[in-house]
């Protein structure tokens, strides 16, 4: 479902649940957002995420990484801006590739994300030589770096051919002042209109969400529910008889977020979606 209007989406969103997702805690001393409880955390830990600090009465400017270049701040026809991981800001230059850069941020062994890097080089079909700058950049905890191109799948055979060419010429990567440098990532690869979906965007919105808003000793409690919880469950089996629903609800998306539990089928996950516990 797609949503001209900026407040249609915003009740969109409400339906789904936004309404019932939990506000940060008050800040600790050191300023980052701290739980009302202290109680130990009993589930995996991820790479940290860097909150926001609400302490600092200064304004201080943003880090984009690697970024080769600084996408306008407005464009008529495209949705420009840009978010953060790991303190990194991201940049989108279009609703497509807002997508992807938030379904990127929810892959479990995600430990860098960069836009608009590496700018490469390969040979056209005349033996031009030619140029292309990524739309993403990301690196695995196990070091793996692969550069991302975006396009909506209509455009998939063009840029299939043209990730041939940059992979035939090695993924050579073109630094100031042209110097060139092979092998600047291991691996390419495309994304789509139909793999950032609207549905896996809008799943990718709580998942962030909740690595902020989260309740450490309500995810402890989840835990030990979803332990008793035999095979197959609704989601909003979780939200029943619980004093706080929206602890509950951001809770049940943080530990989606952790592989701890699972949509048993694609698509958007909402109260109705059948979840299972991961071994």
């Not at 479902?1 to 409400?14: D, S, T, W």
């Not at 943003?62 to 600084?70: E, H, I, S, T, Y």
Request: charged share 25%; glycine share 6%; aromatic share 8%.
């Amino acid at each position: 479902m797609r949503h001209n209007h900026k407040i249609a989406k915003y009740l969109y969103l409400k339906r789904a649940g936004l309404g019932e997702l939990s506000l940060p805690s008050r800040p600790s001393p050191d300023g980052l957002m701290a739980s009302e409880t202290n109680s130990p955390t009993t589930y995996p830990a991820r790479t940290p995420h860097t909150a926001v600090d609400t302490a600092q009465d200064y304004w201080e400017e943003p880090n984009f990484g690697l970024a080769l270049r600084v996408p306008a701040d407005k464009q008529a026809k495209t949705a420009r801006g840009h978010t953060f991981f790991n303190g990194n800001g991201v940049y989108h230059e279009s609703e497509l590739e807002h997508r992807v850069s938030s379904v990127l941020q929810t892959l479990f062994e995600l430990r860098e994300l960069q836009s608009q890097y590496p700018k490469v080089h390969y040979i056209d079909a005349d033996g031009v030589q030619r140029e292309h700058t990524f739309d993403y950049f990301i690196v695995l905890n196990d070091g793996t770096r692969v550069a991302v191109a975006v396009k909506y799948a209509r455009k998939r055979v063009e840029m299939l051919d043209l990730l041939d060419r940059i992979c035939a010429a090695g993924i050579t990567g073109v630094g100031p002042l042209g110097k060139l440098t092979p092998r600047v990532a291991d691996a390419v690869a495309l994304m789509t209109n139909e793999e950032a979906t609207q549905e896996a965007f809008e799943n990718a919105y709580f998942i962030l969400t909740s690595r902020l808003h989260h309740d450490d000793a309500e995810c402890d409690s989840l835990v030990d529910v979803v332990k008793r919880l035999p095979g197959q469950f609704r989601f909003g089996d979780l939200l029943r008889d619980v004093p706080t629903r929206d602890k509950r609800r951001t809770a049940i998306w943080r530990l989606i977020d952790l592989r701890l539990i699972a949509p048993v089928y694609s698509g958007r996950i909402d109260d109705r979606s059948w979840l299972r516990a991961c071994a």
